[in-house]
């Protein structure tokens, strides 16, 4: 078993070996731009795009049109909350989102505000779970936009995406999800779940960093976004800019291995996740576990150690590697904003920590590390009371 211990599968994961093999010709040997469709290089750099769009689109039933390549999930909530209250102003300028959501939606929505347009913030209950009737609640006729993640970068809650897309869909508002956990994790269907517009990652599911995706729906309805770099008129005139093929190619593969997976890795994450949990409860007292009993992610745990400081319990585990929450904010000294929404007390939020469990994960990982976990939350707890 090689230390330290990998448990942070939903801050990033590896590259799958796989993903890297195909990538490799493209650093190389098919080193084309492929925009330059006059002589065989750039055509078979176009091919790879053409095909690696394909296998992003099959993973979650869209068409190879409809996926708009990006730097990564950032950019892609950005394009696609600013892309679409830019383009649709004229129709309203009230946008709904959740308190919850990663500031990569958050940050733009703020921007929005600053631009003249009204953002309702909703709530959720103990597990980070929104109800589809509070959406259906703070629909006006002046909301041109829904945005709600597919499942939280935290606590791991799946949201009920389908009952509300087709909430929105009934008042003809349109609904974007931020998909960057959720994906390869949870079926994900655009056209039976009536979304709109969907953001994804390929970090997330074993595949480069650097690169993303949004789908944006082409018919029924169409959606139209005003672009945020402007340039060469590269995809679909949305996001200009030289393609990085390799690792556009790198997650078209990590998406198609993704797919094969989608029914036998779920379940044994959710096994995993399980042993961990329980092997941390039955060795300590006072643990909160911070998800949605049953609508949750199959490989993240996120607990919370009465009587310790989350920070000191991460330096102490030396050999496994953890993480507080969001790996976007974990410089920030504020306290995590989706602990304080679900009601967690200062107690509990100041000992929280989130487990990621990964493709690569063994049982003798986990059973190595919820006993390092067990021994060093005693030993801090000692420390503390001595």
């Known amino acids: 078993m090689q230390l330290p211990v990998y448990l942070d599968n939903n801050a990033t994961t590896p590259v799958d070996p796989v993903v890297v093999e195909t990538m490799l010709p493209f650093f ?37 049109k409809e996926i708009v390549f990006t730097s990564g999930a ?9 892309g679409a209250a830019r383009r649709y102003r004229d129709r309203g300028r009230h946008i709904i989102t959740v308190v919850t959501e990663h500031k990569a939606v958050l940050e733009p929505c703020r921007q929005l505000e600053r631009e003249g347009f009204t953002v309702t913030y909703l709530w959720v209950d103990e597990y980070g779970w929104l109800d589809p009737d509070e959406v259906s609640r703070a629909l006006t006729d002046q909301t ?18 389908q009952g509300i897309a087709h909430r929105c869909r009934e008042r003809g508002v349109l609904f974007h999800t931020d998909a960057a956990q ?23 599911i074993y595949g480069p960093k650097g690169i993303g995706a949004l789908f944006v729906r082409n018919k ?42 989608l029914e036998t890795e779920p379940p044994r994450l959710h096994q995993l996740r399980e042993r961990l949990s329980i092997r941390i409860r039955s060795g300590l007292d006072d643990v909160n576990v911070n998800s ?16 310790i400081d989350g920070e000191s319990l991460m330096f102490a585990l030396k050999e496994v590697a953890v993480s507080q929450g969001s790996s976007c904010t974990s ?4 306290p995590s904003h989706v602990l304080r929404a679900i009601g967690l007390s200062e107690k ?25 976990v067990v021994e060093t939350v005693q030993h801090l707890r000692a420390v503390c009371k001595t």
């Open 28 to 64: 190389g040997r098919v080193f084309g731009n492929a925009s330059s469709h006059q002589h065989s290089y750039g055509l078979e750099a176009a091919r790879a795009i053409d095909r690696a769009r394909e296998q992003v689109a099959s993973l979650i039933g869209a068409r190879e």
């Open 74 to 82: 950032t950019e892609s909530n950005n394009l696609a909350l600013l």
């Open 144 to 161: 041109i936009l829904v945005s709600v993640m597919a499942a939280n970068n935290e606590i791991g809650t799946v949201q009920p995406i």
């Open 182 to 204: 959720a994906l390869g994790k949870i079926p994900l269907h655009v056209d039976e779940m009536g979304i709109d517009l969907m953001s994804l990652s390929a970090h997330k």
């Open 220 to 261: 029924e309805p169409r959606v139209r976004l005003e672009p945020l770099v402007y340039g060469g008129g590269h995809e679909n005139g949305l996001r200009s800019g030289t393609h990085a093929v390799p690792n556009i190619v790198g997650f078209g593969k990590a998406c198609e291995l993704a797919k094969i997976h």
């Open 292 to 307: 949605h009993p049953t609508s949750c992610l199959p490989g993240l745990l996120h607990l919370s150690f009465a009587g």
């Open 331 to 334: 410089g920030s000294l504020e």
């Open 348 to 372: 509990w939020i100041r000992g929280s920590i989130r487990f990621g469990i990964g493709r690569f994960t063994t049982e003798e990982e986990i059973d190595w590390a919820s006993d390092r």
